[in-house]
């Protein structure tokens, strides 16, 4: 069965600073593996994702993801926090099987709620 | 730019009334899914769908159905609706497999409450 840990429900950081949003997943094969955020009264939003290739990967607003498969993380990173990416982020996997996918089983985990501090 | 459109938006039931939320996307994209959102649990997937006349249960499909007739449309229905329903649900829709593909594109939601 698959599982996503996100450490930290709640994470505040001040405008300018680090934001490091932490995932963990167990899978005996390597998933693809993705970041969403959502925005408050919104559906959700895919910031960036990893399916093969650069384990370092780049999305939208300045993210960066690094998918490390020897401790099954794909932990989001932002050098410097601006006002605007207060807002929900969830991680996400989906198996990836021996027969080729299984479309369709994207498990979310539980969602960290970034606050930025002025 | 329709994209995915939900509706309702809100709606409130009584325990063991029945309806359908309706989810329709105009991107032609193949696959369809509907989640349930619920405080500190994230996004559990209910049902899903890989093409017009194929549906998949999800973690949590019990009391929800779902058919998918046409490519655009995938209707979540309540059978008998009961308070542990009250949450928000969100459908979403994908172009395929693949990793191109490999991108969910949501509606804005339904925020149900069940008395």
């Known amino acids: 069965a698959q599982s996503v840990t996100q450490l930290g429900s709640h994470v505040s950081v001040s405008e300018g600073a680090l934001v490091l949003l932490r995932c963990n997943y167990s899978?005996?094969?390597?998933?693809?593996l993705f970041w969403y955020v959502q925005y408050p009264n919104q559906g959700l939003q895919l910031l960036l994702k990893?399916?093969?290739?650069?384990?370092l990967v780049k999305g939208i607003n300045g993210f960066e993801a690094e998918f490390k498969k020897s401790e099954t993380s794909f932990h989001l990173t932002k050098p410097s926090a601006h006002m605007s990416d207060a807002a929900e982020y969830f991680c996400?996997?989906?198996?990836?099987?021996?027969?080729?996918?299984?479309?369709?089983?994207?498990?979310f985990g539980r969602g960290t709620q970034l606050t930025v501090w002025p | 730019n329709a994209g995915v459109t939900q509706t309702p938006k809100f709606q409130v039931l009584k325990t063991g009334q029945s309806m359908t939320l309706q989810c329709a996307q105009d991107?032609?994209?193949?696959?369809m899914s509907w989640y349930r959102q619920d405080p500190g649990m994230g996004l559990r997937l209910i049902h899903y769908?890989?093409?017009?006349?194929?549906?998949d249960q999800g973690e949590v499909p019990n009391g929800y159905n779902v058919s998918r007739s046409t490519t655009e449309d995938f209707p979540l229905r309540l059978l008998s609706a009961a308070p542990s329903q009250t949450s928000v649900y969100f459908c979403?829709?994908?172009?395929?497999?693949?990793?191109?593909?490999?991108?969910?594109?949501f509606g804005s939601g339904t925020q149900l409450s069940v008395l």
């Open positions: 979403a829709s994908s172009p395929g497999t693949g990793a191109p593909n490999e991108k969910l594109f």
């Open positions: 899978s005996s094969v390597p998933p693809y």
């Open positions: 990893y399916t093969t290739g650069a384990t």
């Open positions: 996400a996997v989906r198996p990836v099987g021996a027969r080729g996918s299984t479309l369709g089983r994207l498990y």
């Open positions: 991107m032609n994209h193949e696959y």
């Open positions: 769908s890989v093409g017009a006349g194929i549906t």
